[in-house]
């Protein structure tokens, strides 16, 4: 049976995105998905996510990383998917759905996304470090000379050590540009690499950078390897809420797999 798929992107971060409204995709195979994930021998995507409907919202949004197994939310992603769910008719302009996380809003302008992204009540600041849950886990630490930082190996080596068990966690690395830009690189669980963006990690840094007073600024631009990404909160007794992640999605092509 073939089945269509399209890649999208943002900022880099790609994903082959398919319409399963009608259930007909296997989610149970890891393998295949992780296939259709490979960059060699499938499609080649940071991650793969399926559109599904659902009675009290506009969609649902399944997300999975390259492994192959379902994964916590995806900034991008779902930046991503409410372009998709325009290009099918399921939504104009606003779009609200459901993922792993909760519910999400979304606003689709002339190729620009701006996704609502979930309050963070907690920031835990370190001497080295800032730990903060965007949707998903995000290890933040500053460094120098980011363009030649061996992200990869330094971030591997925080994601699997014992600071966050066998769970794990995302690990960025920032350094400042000004008072309202950073630069951002980041390693992902799932992928297990660098990705050339990743939204609820500049989300994470963007508030993070806020915490520790590396900004006053409550719209923040995080530049990232495959292009800049802009975040807007609001602080209200210690917490981040009204979080929005801003940056284009765009549509990479279509095709059909079996």
């Given at each position: 049976?073939?089945?269509?798929?399209?890649?999208?992107?943002?900022?880099?971060?790609?994903?082959?995105?398919?319409?399963?409204?009608?259930?007909?995709?296997?989610?149970?195979?890891?393998?295949?998905?992780?296939?259709?994930?490979?960059?060699?021998?499938?499609?080649?995507?940071?991650?793969?996510?399926?559109?599904?409907?659902?009675?009290?919202?506009?969609?649902?949004?399944?997300?999975?990383?390259?492994?192959?197994?379902?994964?916590?939310?995806?900034?991008?992603?779902?930046?991503?998917?409410?372009?998709?769910?325009?290009?099918?008719?399921?939504?104009?302009?606003?779009?609200?759905?459901?993922?792993?996380?909760?519910?999400?809003?979304?606003?689709?302008?002339?190729?620009?996304?701006?996704?609502?992204?979930?309050?963070?009540?907690?920031?835990?600041?370190?001497?080295?470090?800032?730990?903060?849950?965007?949707?998903?886990?995000?290890?933040?630490?500053?460094?120098?000379?980011?363009?030649?930082?061996?992200?990869?190996?330094?971030?591997?080596?925080?994601?699997?050590?014992?600071?966050?068990?066998?769970?794990?966690?995302?690990?960025?690395?920032?350094?400042?540009?000004?008072?309202?830009?950073f630069a951002v690189r980041t390693y992902e669980r799932g992928v297990e690499d660098e990705t050339l963006s990743c939204g609820t990690g500049v989300t994470a840094v963007a508030l993070a950078m806020h915490y520790i007073g590396?900004?006053?600024?409550?719209?923040?631009?995080?530049?990232?390897?495959?292009?800049?990404?802009?975040?807007?909160?609001?602080?209200?007794?210690?917490?981040?809420?009204?979080?929005?992640?801003?940056?284009?999605?765009?549509?990479?092509?279509?095709?059909?797999?079996?």
């Amino acid at each position: 049976m073939k089945l269509n798929f399209y890649k999208y992107q943002g900022t880099g971060n790609d994903f082959v995105m398919i319409d399963n409204r009608s259930l007909h995709f296997d989610k149970n195979n890891t393998k295949h998905i992780a296939f259709l994930c490979d960059r060699r021998f499938g499609i080649g995507a940071d991650g793969l996510i399926l559109l599904e409907n659902h009675p009290d919202y506009d969609f649902k949004m399944v997300y999975y990383n390259a492994d192959g197994n379902e994964s916590s939310m995806c900034g991008n992603g779902g930046r991503c998917l409410s372009a998709f769910a325009k290009q099918l008719g399921v939504v104009n302009d606003k779009a609200t759905f459901i993922a792993i996380d909760g519910l999400h809003h979304a606003v689709i302008e002339q190729g620009v996304v701006s996704l609502q992204m979930q309050d963070v009540l907690k920031v835990n600041q370190q001497q080295d470090y800032v730990f903060l849950d965007t949707g998903s886990p995000h290890h933040i630490e500053m460094v120098n000379d980011l363009k030649h930082f061996d992200v990869k190996t330094k971030g591997s080596a925080i994601r699997y050590g014992n600071l966050y068990g066998k769970a794990g966690s995302n690990v960025n690395f920032v350094e400042k540009i000004s008072e309202d830009t950073f630069a951002v690189r980041t390693y992902e669980r799932g992928v297990e690499d660098e990705t050339l963006s990743c939204g609820t990690g500049v989300t994470a840094v963007a508030l993070a950078m806020h915490y520790i007073g590396e900004t006053e600024k409550n719209l923040v631009t995080l530049k990232t390897k495959g292009g800049d990404l802009k975040v807007s909160f609001t602080v209200e007794n210690g917490t981040y809420k009204n979080v929005w992640l801003i940056g284009p999605a765009t549509l990479v092509y279509k095709g059909t797999f079996e």
